[in-house]
């Protein structure tokens, strides 16, 4: 057999000896030794001699070479093959950090967060939807490769009976068989297929919103340049600016000025579902003795439509807004950093 050096390997089509040989110098000289050990005599010193004449072996080869023998190791047994951290520890130790990394992300598909990447422009609503007939394990192993805000919109979409378990085995995952990829790369390319024939949505008022709140210098300015061109769509942005869950992010001094401005009663009837940040703001800047009779008022109230809450809401936020312009309070409109 013909001497395999530099660019051989790369240019020649492997024989089954020849990627044999690439995997056993793959895995490292003690597991290569077990296999060895199994071979005939003949068998031994063909492989032996292909090992010792190959040289500037190419990633392409030895991916094609591990990949080849997975599949045939596939076929034969009823195992999904070794580990990533088993080969990752004995492609290190043969071929050096860089190669590994690069022959395992090809292996295990790595490449397929690109793909995912693309998934950010659909509804969450839709994705979860499209992927709600899948089993919980596939839910799980979707999610793994999505942005994290984005996965936990799509997990609040998912049917409410199966978000724990969805979320408990995104948590319990470590490595992903490749046969388990290959299931996610198909249902990625159904669901990008399917997604080619959906329009896009975006929330383009709350974005509107928090980049103007975000502006460092004349921000009112915008605002009234924008009310010029189109004053309901600058209502609906001032809106969503003033939106009611930023109350929990002021201080106790403009939470103290807010409840001396607005009665108890409205506050009552906003907090009816409130998240527990903004009940503990607003329970937090009172006298205990009001936090406990306000608590009560709370409860006398008994149940409130969604309807009522929201129309409470929004006529606080217009007098909070008020506040505002009249230069009385300042407000923080997002979570801005801190630094002490």
Not at 21 to 45: D, F, N, Q, T, Y
Not at 240 to 256: A, G, P, R, V
Not at 311 to 340: H, P, S, W, Y
Request: hydrophobic share 45%; proline share 4%.
């Amino acid at each position: 057999m013909a001497d395999l050096n530099n660019n051989d390997v790369q240019e020649a089509v492997l024989s089954p000896v020849e990627q044999a040989a690439i995997v056993l110098l793959s895995i490292g000289e003690e597991p290569a030794a077990a296999v060895l050990r199994c071979l005939e005599r003949e068998e031994l010193i063909e492989l032996t001699q292909v090992m010792s004449r190959m040289s500037g072996i190419k990633v392409d080869a030895v991916k094609n070479s591990i990949q080849k023998f997975f599949d045939d190791y596939r076929q034969q047994s009823g195992l999904h093959g070794a580990s990533r951290s088993y080969l990752k520890r004995s492609l290190d130790l043969a071929l050096g950090s860089e190669i590994a990394n690069s022959v395992l992300n090809t292996i295990y598909g790595d490449a397929i967060r690109p793909m995912m990447a693309r998934l950010q422009y659909a509804s969450p609503k839709w994705l979860a939807d499209y992927i709600a007939a899948e089993h919980v394990q596939m839910q799980a192993v979707f999610l793994a490769f999505l942005p994290p805000a984005l996965a936990g919109q799509i997990i609040d979409a998912l049917p409410e009976g199966s978000r724990e378990m969805v979320l408990l085995n995104l948590a319990r995952l470590e490595e992903i068989d490749r046969d388990l990829l290959t299931e996610l790369e198909e249902l990625v390319q159904r669901c990008l297929s399917a997604l080619d024939t959906q329009s896009a949505t975006v929330e383009g008022v709350r974005q509107a919103a928090d980049i103007l709140n975000r502006l460092p210098n004349n921000r009112a300015t915008m605002v009234e340049l924008l009310r010029a061109h189109d004053p309901d769509v600058v209502s609906k942005i001032e809106m969503s600016m003033y939106d009611f869950f930023i109350l929990s992010k002021q201080t106790e001094q403009t939470i103290t000025r807010l409840l001396d401005e607005i009665p108890l009663e409205q506050w009552a009837i906003a907090l009816k579902g409130a998240e527990p940040a903004l009940r503990d703001a607003l329970l937090g800047a009172m006298p205990k003795r009001q936090a406990q009779s306000f608590e009560d008022l709370m409860k006398r109230s008994g149940p409130v439509p969604m309807s009522r809450i929201v129309q409470t809401r929004q006529e606080i936020m217009a007098q909070v807004k008020e506040l505002v312009d009249n230069g009385e309070i300042e407000v923080q409109l997002f979570a801005e950093a801190t630094a002490e």
